[in-house]
């Protein structure tokens, strides 16, 4: 499990984060105020933890506000692997044969943990990262125009950080690329689950400047351009910037979205980027095509998409006789 942002309780979440660090990653000096903001807090439970992702997410209060903060370890960069095995300490655990077991400690500047903030958290926060259990949706065209699209305009989700990005109020410095056209443009920037440290997890998503399109149910032929320029530009700006070629990418959208603003993930192929599974994850390539032989293709398709139990959206299916 990461961080994702404005995400709905199904998907791990990617929040505005608070620095803990003096510096952005390209270097830029960051507000000093946030270097010790993490003294204050108060843990009051851990939310969820994956040992397989290295990750743990826990609530307290910040500032008498609730919080949720995210703790991952980074991954280990080739270049510091002659410090580590310089100046670590080993402590021997287990010997049998050939086989031998040891803790190791890395130095201070080697043990780096990456951290996400998000301050302050609702109880909507608070409950989408709660590990919960799982059910896969099947939603045709007719139920999403009688039970999702309902559920979306009566929610709240903001997207006040997704229109800071497109007016380039927050997190300029880590734009990649940028296309200012309102009808196909977007812009690149990373993930905030990957630490751009190294292409082997490459993580970026590209966010359309239009402001109408929500989800996938709503792409229709006319939008093929916008969703070309997209494919073909980030893959460019990728092979520009990384020299990651696209034979090496995985380009998708989720539905159901973890924000309802049109956006597309670029992924490392190698890299199992959370919630790239086959349930919810559409090839941004077959998408086109699709659209390509119907214009109204996402209208009428009946779409599988996995929901935590406690989603208000789950309730609305079963309610309907759907689930």
């Known amino acids: 499990m990461d961080a994702k942002r404005e995400a709905q309780p199904d998907e791990s979440p990617t929040e505005t984060v608070k620095r803990t660090k003096t510096e952005t990653e390209n270097g830029d000096k960051a507000d000093r105020s946030d270097v010790h903001v993490l003294s204050g807090f108060q843990m009051t439970a851990v939310l969820s933890e994956s040992a397989r992702e290295k990750n743990i997410f826990l609530q307290g209060k910040l500032n008498d ?12 960069e080739q270049g510091t692997l002659p410090d580590i095995f310089a100046e670590s300490t080993l402590q021997l655990k287990m010997k049998n044969d050939i086989y031998s077991e040891y803790r190791l400690q890395p130095p201070a500047q080697l043990n780096e943990m990456k951290v996400t903030i998000v301050h302050p ?15 896969l949706v099947e939603e045709t065209g007719e139920d999403y125009q009688s039970i999702t699209l309902p559920f979306i305009h009566a929610q709240s989700f903001s997207l006040k950080w997704v229109y800071n990005i497109l007016e380039k109020k927050a997190e300029k410095d880590r734009i990649v690329f940028e296309d200012p056209d309102e009808k ?4 690149l920037l990373p993930d905030l689950k990957w630490d751009q440290k190294q292409t082997e997890d490459l993580y970026l998503i590209a966010i359309a400047q239009q402001r109408n399109i929500k989800s996938l149910r709503d792409l229709r032929s006319e939008h093929l351009p916008l969703l070309e320029n997209i494919l073909q530009r980030g893959k460019d700006a990728i092979q520009q910037r990384y020299r990651l070629p696209a034979s090496k990418l995985r380009v998708y959208l989720h539905y159901q979205p973890s924000y309802y603003h049109l956006h597309v993930h670029f992924t490392n192929l190698n890299y199992e980027a959370p919630g790239c599974d086959v349930e919810r994850a559409h090839l941004l390539t077959d998408v086109i095509q699709n659209l390509q032989s119907d214009r109204d293709y996402y209208i009428k398709r009946t779409l599988h998409f996995p929901l935590r139990t406690d989603n208000k959206l789950v309730s609305l299916f079963e309610e309907a006789g759907r689930l």
């Open 184 to 187: 196909v443009g977007f812009i």
């Open 121 to 135: 958290a609702t109880k909507e926060h608070v409950n989408k990262y709660t590990r919960q259990d799982r059910v």
């Open 65 to 76: 506000e609730t919080a949720v903060v995210i703790l991952g370890k980074t991954p280990i």
